[in-house]
């Protein structure tokens, strides 16, 4: 499971995309367990082409400090379901608004509001049940399983990733300051980013030196890729991005490019890339997946 | 923290109320840790006037098997703040579509949809990190925490209220046999009102044994809950539901008292309430609080 000196990135990329998706199959909950339409739901949104950047990063933390990355799939996938349970209620009419992601009609276009609600309500519960589950012995002790499900609420939570959710609806239409514009998504996206990073590494018995260095990396690289998204959204292409692009500016959400321009934009972006991927200095080969997946960021289409 | 043997039920659940009144305010994440509408809009939910059923189900359970009921209180909270989060989302248009609880408007029409989805999601999230703090080293191992967390995801995921949840909205307009509607309760009420019995039992070292009988009490009380509000609904007081009356038939929903009639709804309500009563035969004084609790469901308006 350590990645080849020599692999490219694109490699690394689709096979620890592969395991993931095979494990996501395997932990999600059997069809016995509730009605048919909502395991329905559920997969339809978890299989519908995401990139599993949250889950590769964890993984690749835990095979930078040494660990096996096979051991933390279940945190992995669990990291996975609250993210694809934040993009079936941020789409929802009531919040953004959404009709397609990644060139498929969203949930509740599908399904009904109804369902696509309680899809994303499932996914976040089975995350925490997949994260707490007695049978993945490797995963972790008891105290660093208790210590990830902690950060990762947290994460999720009023403070980081449902908080940010909230300050980008309230501020809509609204002139943002880019301090303010930065905190939205330090916590919408930056927050999971890094405890998808910090989680990986603690299941994988980091020493708290290093999970610190890994959390600066994850703070760096979250702040990127959402840098990296506003300027796909404002010049990206409509068919890479599954949605028109410009959606955020007619729906009145201040972007980086909106601030500060597009090139001072694509500056902070590689100036951000470069501070992460310097915050590994210290580690070894191991860590050159987490270096390149930082770069990776720049080129990304989600 | 031990009820007194001649204390009256009614004296046992005010204690309790206030007790877990308190620590939820307490547990609350502090107003820094996100912007101001989501505090408010999860304190208002939160503070309406519940009567903390679930959570006064898991301290009493604590104390029933010899434990100290406040040790368990931040896993009472987070059994609270689960349900409000569960009313919250069962509560909005594509749900239920209700616009009264407890005689005051529902969270969606006081602060609009897209608010009422995440206070919704801020509490599931909030509970799960209120569930793994550290710092509450009385309340259980970490290995009895693991697994308080484990069953109370399943009790709320798709296999529990989630599932239940779905096979209610898909129900609606039609004729359900009474095998399903106990199908949909059992999912949809009884899972978490079970595992807050187990939840306090668990983290106050109860045996195997203890905690199986401690799972069927709680699993008729359950039952007993949801033919208790059906019957309420039908014949209750609008004033006590707080809510129109028959609201459950307007919108199509199969209640017992449908099914089976007034009369013998009230007869099988009687009998699981002595059936979840005679399950703690064992248990000593310690347990009167849940023998009571079961005969107060018989009476009360939620």
């Known amino acids: 499971m350590q990645p080849d000196k020599g692999a490219t990135l694109e490699a690394y990329l689709t096979e620890r995309k592969a395991l993931i998706d095979e494990a996501l199959e395997r932990f999600l909950p059997g069809m016995e367990g509730g009605p048919e339409i909502i395991h329905q739901a559920v997969r339809y949104s978890l299989f519908a082409g995401g990139k599993r950047i949250r889950p590769i990063l964890c993984v690749a933390a835990a095979e930078a400090v040494g660990g096996g990355g096979q051991d933390c799939l279940p945190c992995a996938c669990a990291l996975e379901m609250i993210h694809t349970y934040s993009l079936i209620h941020d789409d929802l009419p009531a919040m953004d608004n959404d009709d397609y992601r990644r060139g498929m009609p969203t949930s509740h276009r599908v399904f009904g509001e109804g369902i ?9 519960t089975e995350a925490f049940h997949l994260l707490s589950r007695p049978e993945f012995t490797k995963n972790g002790n008891t105290e660093q399983r208790l210590q990830v499900i902690n950060l990762i609420a947290r994460a999720a939570g009023m403070a980081g990733m449902v908080g940010g959710q909230v300050m980008d609806l309230e501020g809509e239409g609204k002139n943002l300051p880019l301090e303010t514009i930065e905190d939205i998504h330090r916590r919408k996206t930056g927050a999971m980013l ?4 910090v989680s990986g590494a603690i299941l994988a018995g980091a020493t708290a030196a290093q999970t610190a260095v890994l959390a600066s990396y994850g703070q760096d690289i979250g702040l990127a890729f959402q840098i990296a998204d506003d300027i796909l959204n404002v010049a990206g292409d409509s068919v890479l991005m599954g949605k028109g692009t410009g959606s955020d500016i007619s729906r009145g959400k201040t ?20 501070k992460a991927a310097a915050h590994l200095a210290a580690f070894d080969h191991r860590a050159e997946p987490l270096r390149q997946m930082a770069r990776y960021i720049m080129e990304r289409n989600r």
Chains 1, 2 share one sequence.
Do not use: Q
């Open 116 to 124: 696509a609600i309680l899809a994303g309500d499932a996914l976040l």
């Open 194 to 197: 890094t405890v998808s990073v």
């Open 255 to 274: 972007t980086f490019p909106a601030l500060m321009g597009l090139e001072a934009s694509r500056n902070r972006l590689s100036e951000l890339v470069e």
